[in-house]
Antibody
Framework: EVQLVESGGDVVRPGGSLRLSCAAS????????MSWVRQAPGKGLEWVSD????????NYEDSVKGRFTISRDNAWNSLYLQMNGLRAEDTAFYYC??????????????WGQGTLVTVSS | DIQMTQSPSSLSASVGDRVTITCRAS??????LNWYQQKPGKAPNLLIY???SLQSGVPSRFNGNGSGTDFTLTISSLQPEDFATYYC?????????FGQGTKLEIK
């Protein structure tokens, strides 16, 4: 059974840092790209960042470029999101999601349960 | 970035109704369009990938259609468990974007 379990969410002051983790199990982790998607309370979904199977290619949503860093450790079946310079508008549930490749079309076929990041003074 | 616009933003319907949600992309995304269902307090769940392919385990009453810029998600006969929020998602460009969501409520 595919499982993705996020951790690391917390309350942090503006300008602070946080590192999120996502532990993957039930599939061959290094066969898949992975993404982080966030959702502010009561709002819609927003893609944050993406990483390919070996970490050699990463992409970021414009508002987090230069502040967030996505990484992975295939030996530990883990995905990470280092978040620096946090702002109030970064407050959200952060989901890790497995990126499936359906004949060249990517979709997010499994999601974690989410971890809440609150940026507040 | 590619903008995804869903309509309507909310929809009231009854069990057994047929409903259609529309998603429009700001430029052609070919068939790189996915649909998700999200229930309160839960993570999203993939329903349709590549515009029209049904994800494994998803009931056949869900149907996706479209290509280019215009897409639809149709639920043929609403069941009580279908009342949720639905999102479209383009994966044509790596700056992935979601529609704003359509909340489907019980009439």
């Amino acid at each position: 059974e595919v499982q993705l379990v996020e951790s690391g969410g917390d309350v942090v002051r503006p300008g602070g840092s946080l590192r999120l983790s996502c532990a993957a199990s039930g599939f061959t982790f290094d066969d898949y790209g992975m993404s982080w998607v966030r959702q502010a309370p009561g709002k819609g979904l927003e893609w944050v960042s993406d990483i390919n199977w070996n970490g050699g290619r990463t992409n970021y949503e414009d508002s987090v470029k230069g502040r967030f860093t996505i990484s992975r450790d295939n030996a530990w079946n883990s995905l990470y999101l280092q978040m620096n310079g946090l702002r109030a508008e970064d407050t959200a549930f952060y989901y890790c999601a497995r990126r499936a490749d359906f004949g060249g079309v990517y979709s997010f076929d499994y999601w974690g349960q989410g971890t809440l990041v609150t940026v507040s003074s | 970035d590619i903008q995804m616009t869903q309509s309507p933003s909310s929809l009231s319907a009854s069990v057994g109704d047929r409903v259609t949600i529309t998603c429009r992309a700001s430029q052609s995304i070919r068939n790189h369009l996915n649909w998700y269902q999200q229930k309160p307090g839960k993570a999203p769940n993939l329903l349709i990938y590549a515009a029209s392919s049904l994800q494994s385990g998803v009931p056949s009453r869900f149907n996706g259609n479209g290509s280019g810029t215009d897409f639809t998600l149709t639920i043929s006969s609403l069941q009580p468990e279908d009342f949720a929020t639905y999102y479209c998602h383009q994966s044509y460009l790596t700056q992935y974007t979601f529609g704003q969501g359509t909340k489907l409520e019980i009439k």
